[in-house]
């Protein structure tokens, strides 16, 4: 009875000690330093808190389960030690048998505590084992953690590229604008310098014309003059006719025609040039819907494809790089073509002067010519030359590349003829076009509309099939975690039973149990633990502060483990983060190929530019060519001073024969009376035309007057313009592109006085070109 007393003593005050050494230890749960530094972090999903929830009570309910039974066994323990059973022990006498089954109870009780000793190093080898495993799990998150930092680092250099990229093709875009601007003056000069040239062109054949004409057909004119006069009004009467102009009473009727064919013929060329660009927006317009079916059906194969491409973005980078570099190249190699193109105008222009004035000296010896043959020939023009160049005037309006035109009356007909069936036809073209045109654009618009609903339907789809997974994740888990608790439930109400049977067995209450019955073998089980307990409580309760302590840790691992099924959630949120940044890439893709479309357009314009060059390249041939044509006229006016000379000698013969036949002519007086009245006639007639000539020759003479007043004009422009830019004047020879270019440093500065930009040249030509003319603008 001592032991038992001192026993039970000693147990109640090692369970006392082991309460104060368990209450002087650390409350993990309430100190906020010693949590994980994910409990902190920002709330979680509802759904996630819920889960969490429910596992968090299913575990109270189960250590609520725990310490009402160890309640229910401390209250009938101490009710035992009360008195229960204390009358039946002091009745019973002590034997050594008893003591013998004392032993033997003591000796399978410390079995019992050996075991779970055992039980215990085995547990905290798993707490140890799972340890590690939350170490390697620490380390994989952090390895995680620093993945996903990359990955950030990666998106926002790719970010900053694609910012680059896109500045660099709104450069290469300001670029190519600026070209169009060079390539539209680089047109209208050209165009200027065709107009001069098919005027003088002109001018000499229509010079020409009057000289050869004037040599031949001064014998022929007198007979001819009735039979042209009836023949003029004849075609000028037809004529009028097809044309639908009525002549009678007029004073001017070829004016009037001459007008009306000019009027025609310019409305045919009118009608080819919308021809020819309603054909350019038609081949644009289809190539525009080429490049649209092709992205729409290059965007469908890319949405099966996204997760394949995230590996192919930094090789399709280093092509845009390449092509960058390539554009930048084609545009150095533009630019240099300019510069050549612009010096070679520049020596055009010289050339166009030289052959301007050697023209003017032309003409002065055209006028002096044709004084010497107004002197030198009494008989005036005719009627006929007059039919004659006005039908070469409607033979050359009427002239085109392709048709060439006689000056006979049936031939100029039936070009007038041909010339309004075309018309009629080219303006049943256009109508048809124009119908292309239009539907044409209404199929543009469907495409887009259809392209647009296409893309909604596919977003919309990836998010229902997106909230469908999560569903489906959530319920698998709830599913999951249902089945694991059944599943824990039996197999701990089986070891329950199994536990009950093998202590009725060991603690030997077989007959006893099967006597009181299932009900009170739990009490039989207690009144015998309690007896052993009084044994040796003070082992059995340092094992139970040991339990609640291992409790307490499994507890902070539970926790631990919440914080990391935390990170883990936060990781699937950056996922989900970076998912949608794959989203925006596609889109940035798809930029992309606009662009790679802009600069496939660009290399077409440098195309087409090169072909204008390859034009005005063949216009500097032509030019060339037309001054070997004018040193073959000077040739001709050599040829036409000798043939004057002959006439002056034939006429010193004829004036010798003369004197000769007056002494035969003095019987014949009265042919000469009549041969007087036929010259005075003549002459009548040469002095008209003599008239006409010298109208003719006041026109020549007001255009040209008006032709050196605008080179003055021009002339006083550069020099002034070169005195506002301080150039020295005093140099004849200089070059007009100095001017072009001090004006486009100004023009610059204007421009980009607040906004940086890339110029076309060099940079430090272009630094020192700037210094020198804001110098000289502050001068």
Known sequence: MSRASSSSSGSGGSWRAGSAAASRLIDVTSNAGLLPYAAAAAPLEPEVQVQFTGTDRQIEDGENVSVTC??????????LQKGAYDHLLLDIPVTREQISRYRAAAETTRSKLAALLVKYECTQSELLELRSKMASKEASFQELKAEVESYKENNARQSSLLTSLQNR?????????????????TDLTAQAVFQENWELKEKIRDQEVKLNKNMDECEESKNQISEISRKNGEFLAHLSG?????????????????????????????????????????SVHE?????????????????????????????????????????????????LEISILQDKLAASQEAWEASKQELHHLKRCSNELDGSLKNSIQEARTA????????????????????????????????????????????????????????????????????????????KAEKQVESLQDQLRHLEGELVSGDVQRDGLKTEKQKYLTFLEQLSDKMKLDRIAAEIGFDMRLDAILVRAEQLVKLEGDAVIENKTMAHNLQRKLKTQKEKLESKELHMNLLRQKISQLEEEKQVRTALAVERDEANLTIRKLH??????????????ESNTDLKAKLSETSELKIKTLEQNRAIEELKKSQGK????????????????????????????????????LEATNSEVKALK??????????????????????????????????????????????????????????????????????????????
């Open 70 to 79: 160890n309640v229910t066994r401390n209250k009938g323990r101490t009710e």
């Open 169 to 185: 093709v709104q450069e290469a875009e300001e670029e190519s604008n600026v070209l169009a601007t060079y390539k539209k003056q």
């Open 384 to 459: 006929q030359s007059m039919l004659s160049a006005f039908k070469e005037q409607i033979a050359v309006l009427l002239h085109s590349s392709s048709v060439t035109v006689k000056s006979s009356e049936e031939a100029i007909l039936e070009r007038i003829r041909a010339m309004s069936h075309s018309v009629e036809s080219k303006k049943t073209m256009m109508s048809q076009f124009e119908a292309q045109i239009a539907k044409l654009t209404e199929q543009l618009e469907i495409q887009t509309r259809s392209y647009q609903d296409a893309l909604q339907g596919a977003r």
């Open 702 to 779: 007001t255009t040209l007057a008006e032709v050196t007043k605008r080179e003055k004009q021009l002339t006083d422009f550069r020099e002034v313009v070169s005195r506002m830019l301080g150039l020295s004047i005093a140099n004849l020879a200089l070059p007009d592109y100095e001017i072009i270019t001090c004006l486009e440093g100004l023009i610059h500065l204007h421009q980009h006085h607040f906004v940086p930009c890339i110029c076309l040249k060099d940079a430090s030509v272009r630094h020192e070109i700037d210094k020198s003319v804001l110098d000289e603008w502050r001068k």
């Open 242 to 282: 097809v044309l639908d102009i009525d002549i009678r009473g007029k004073k001017e009727p070829q004016d009037l025609l001459i007008s009306k064919l000019t009027e025609t013929h310019k409305e045919n060329k009118m009608l080819k040039g919308q021809i020819s660009t309603l054909k350019e927006a038609i």
């Open 604 to 617: 077409k314009k440098a195309e087409r530019l090169q072909k204008e060059l390859d034009l005005a390249r």
């Open 287 to 335: 190539m525009e819907s080429k490049a649209s079916r092709e992205t729409i059906m290059r965007l469908v194969s890319e949405v099966s494809k996204e997760q394949k491409k995230a590996a192919a973005y930094s090789q399709d980078m280093d092509k845009l790089n390449k092509d960058l570099d390539s554009a930048k190249t084609a545009k150095e190699s533009l630019e």
């Open 654 to 689: 004829l004036g010798k024969m003369k004197e000769k036949a007056e002494k035969q002519l003095i019987a014949v007086k009265s042919e000469l009376h009549l041969m007087e009245h036929e010259a005075k006639e003549d002459k009548e007639r040469a002095r008209n035309m």
